[in-house]
């Protein structure tokens, strides 16, 4: 599973990389980040159970959505459509993220535990994370960060 892993993080890294040329043009630069980027993966134990946990899951979720857009072409006709809706990318991004944060929860929960010196228990559940008084006040903080980002650029 660790190997799995490994090619895994190394195939996407180096296709986003490659992409979106967020390191400049060069292969040798965007190969070589890729594998680093795969090695930390590698040598985690943590990092490796949350890609195995998560690759699963997006593979169903990418099934689910072909059969989906499969249906919904038989009833509206033409898939471009479809995929170019704003709708259907806000929620192709919501389920990915349900399933990245279920998964974090389920892989960094016990090590969370650990961090939070005491203030979680085991028999609280990972929805008690939310609720300590520093993961609280570090939402707070992001909420009012966003309504002065947008108060100051709706202004301009």
């Given at each position: ?46 990092a ?6 998560t ?7 990418m ?16 898939v ?34 650990v ?10 559940g ?5 609720l ?25």
């Amino acid at each position: 599973m660790p190997l799995l892993a490994f090619f895994f993080v190394f195939i996407v890294s180096y296709a986003l990389f490659a992409k979106t040329k967020l390191l400049g043009d060069s292969e040798i630069v965007n190969f070589f980040t890729s594998f680093l980027v795969a090695v930390i993966f590698f040598l985690s134990p943590a990092a490796t159970k949350f890609t195995v946990s998560t690759v699963p899951w997006v593979a169903v979720l990418m099934f689910v959505l072909a059969f989906i857009l499969l249906i919904l072409t038989f009833v509206r006709g033409s898939v471009d459509d479809i995929v170019k809706s704003p709708a259907v990318a806000l929620i192709l991004v919501a389920a990915v993220l349900i399933v990245f944060i279920a998964a974090a929860i389920n892989v960094f929960g016990p090590l969370l535990n650990v961090i939070s010196n005491g203030e979680i228990t085991e028999t609280s559940g990972p929805l008690a994370l939310f609720l300590t008084p520093s993961v609280l006040s570090a939402i707070i903080l992001l909420i009012v960060a966003a309504i002065t980002t947008y108060i100051l650029t709706r202004s301009k």
